[in-house]
């Protein structure tokens, strides 16, 4: 009937059967009076060989070893019945077509996840802050607790289906079970709403929660608040809140990581002879000194000036990099003592080697 060797697996069974119940299914055959019959006879080869004991008898006796217990179904396995009902329900969607389990839904569900976005300024990302976030949210009605029936009144069962949840059709050879399109598969109807909440139990409401930013936050992290979502339907637990931060551009810091970078002018003196500067931080002024002959784009590390690293210990470091500012209109006095400085310094202007020809690509950018 299968077209299946004794040796065959219970994947190449189903597969095997798959294929042709999919062929002599009667709604697939309207018009082929022998479609039914040939139909029934490929479901009872699978439910015999997927049957182990039903199928060490068929191995011995062949047909006669299964008799009519197989044709009439009496002692099916129900776990085969459950292997049809996945194989239909995979191609025609019928959900529970042999009628092996279909429990009720419950009324109660998780309430939906909500997402509110804060725009934080970029210290208070690095310190942290406390702040307050306003959000518009279904609650559970305090009238009926979210069970969204009337005072002393609660749900009855649905007479569609008996408290079933589903109802059965007959299609062809197979009783379908669908959802009861009455109490969605619930078992239950509100017969006598809540008028507070007109029977969603539950209301809409806003709320101010208090919100804590951890120091270390970066654009686009998302904090969880539990619980502080929409209150689920008919008394289920409520979801959670996402807040999604954006932090605002520094004036003159770049972060990238925990670690944050800035640049700082130097006069041509301080660049050539060393100096002390003093260099802001997000803590205050740092004393930074810069060695004489100091280089245009050299960068100087300042070390745990950075950003605290989030939920652990330790900062990042504060990178600095230096320009040096080539003055554009010079007096009288200040030419003559670059010319006198040329007559002491005079730089060989012959080409550079290409490969220190890439270092001063590197350093000027």
């Not at 029934?40 to 199928?55: F, H, I, P, Q």
């Not at 002393?152 to 079933?164: E, L, V, W």
């Not at 399109?181 to 509100?190: A, E, K, M, N, Y």
């Not at 100096?275 to 004393?287: A, D, K, M, Y």
């Amino acid at each position: 009937m299968l077209s299946v060797s004794r040796t065959v697996t219970d994947q190449e069974l189903k597969s095997a059967y798959r294929k042709l119940a999919m062929q002599w299914h009667p709604d697939r055959n309207p018009n082929n009076p022998d479609a039914e019959e040939r139909f029934k006879e490929v479901t009872e080869a699978y439910t015999v060989l997927a049957d182990s004991e039903k199928r060490s008898l068929y191995d011995r006796f062949g047909h006669a070893g299964v008799g009519s217990a197989a044709a009439s179904g009496v002692g099916f396995d129900p776990s085969n019945f459950q292997d049809l009902g996945d194989i239909f329900g995979e191609f025609f969607g019928f959900g529970d077509a042999f009628g092996t389990g279909g429990r009720r839904r419950s009324r109660v569900q998780r309430g939906a996840d909500l997402r509110e976005d804060l725009t934080i300024e970029f210290e208070e990302a690095a310190f942290g802050t406390e702040t307050r976030v306003t959000v518009r949210r279904h609650e559970a009605c305090e009238e009926c607790h979210g069970s969204a029936a009337a005072a002393g009144k609660s749900a009855s069962t649905c007479r569609s289906c008996q408290g079933r949840g589903q109802v059965r059709y007959q299609q062809g050879f197979f009783s379908i079970a669908r959802t009861c399109p009455t109490c969605q598969g619930t078992g239950s109807v509100i017969t006598d709403p809540c008028p507070r909440c007109k029977g969603e139990g539950r209301v809409q409401r806003q709320r101010t929660i208090d919100a804590k930013i951890p120091a270390g936050v970066e654009d686009g992290t998302r904090i969880r608040f539990t619980g502080g979502g929409e209150a689920g339907p008919f008394g289920g637990p409520a979801g959670d809140l996402y807040l999604v931060l954006h932090v605002k551009e520094h004036p003159f810091f770049v972060r990238e990581g925990n670690d944050l970078h800035c640049v700082v002018p130097l006069s041509v003196t301080q660049a050539a002879m060393g100096s002390e500067i003093r260099v802001p931080t997000l803590e205050g002024e740092h004393t930074l000194k810069i060695p004489d002959g100091t280089q245009p784009g050299t960068t100087f590390r300042i070390r745990n000036k950075g950003i605290p690293v989030l939920s652990g210990h330790g900062k990042g470091d504060l990178y600095v990099e230096v320009r040096v500012q080539i003055p554009t209109k010079l007096n009288k006095r200040q030419k003559e003592l670059l010319q006198e400085l040329e007559t002491t310094a005079k730089v060989d202007n012959q080409p550079m080697m290409r490969a220190l020809l890439g270092k001063v690509k590197d350093i000027f950018g």
